[in-house]
């Protein structure tokens, strides 16, 4: 059984910052991407940032710059850091990973639950 954990969510005034944290557990024999998503209430829900198992990143317009998307292999987690943060980034932000269990097992999605993220004006 996998699981994937959010935290660091919160209420921040514009121009703050916050760190969220994605940590995954359970049967785990690697982790291709890990995924940043967020969803306004609303509105669909938006990559916002993604970085695979080499490092490498992309993220969302509306976020670069701003935001930075990282990952401790060793303690299969991932991070999202939010700079200069504006109430249009108010949403609920979830973590989703790329997990094959074994050897042998095909490459799954894996989502968590989902952190709350709110900036005031």
């Known amino acids: 059984q996998v699981q994937l954990v959010e935290s660091g969510g919160g209420l921040v005034q514009a121009g703050g910052s916050l760190r969220l944290s994605c940590t995954t557990s359970?049967?785990?024999?690697?982790?291709?991407?890990m995924n940043w998503y967020r969803q306004a209430p609303g509105a669909q829900r938006e990559l916002v940032a993604s970085?695979?198992?080499?490092?490498?990143?992309a993220y969302a317009d509306s976020v670069k710059g701003r935001f930075t998307i990282s990952r401790d292999n060793a303690k299969n987690t991932a991070y999202l850091q939010m700079n200069s943060l504006k109430p249009k980034d108010t949403a609920v932000y979830s973590c989703n990973a790329r997990i094959q269990t074994h050897w042998y097992g095909a490459v799954r999605d894996y989502w968590g639950q989902g952190t709350q993220v709110t900036v005031s004006s």
């Open positions: 359970g049967t785990i024999f690697s982790i291709n991407t």
């Open positions: 970085i695979t198992s080499g490092g490498s990143t």
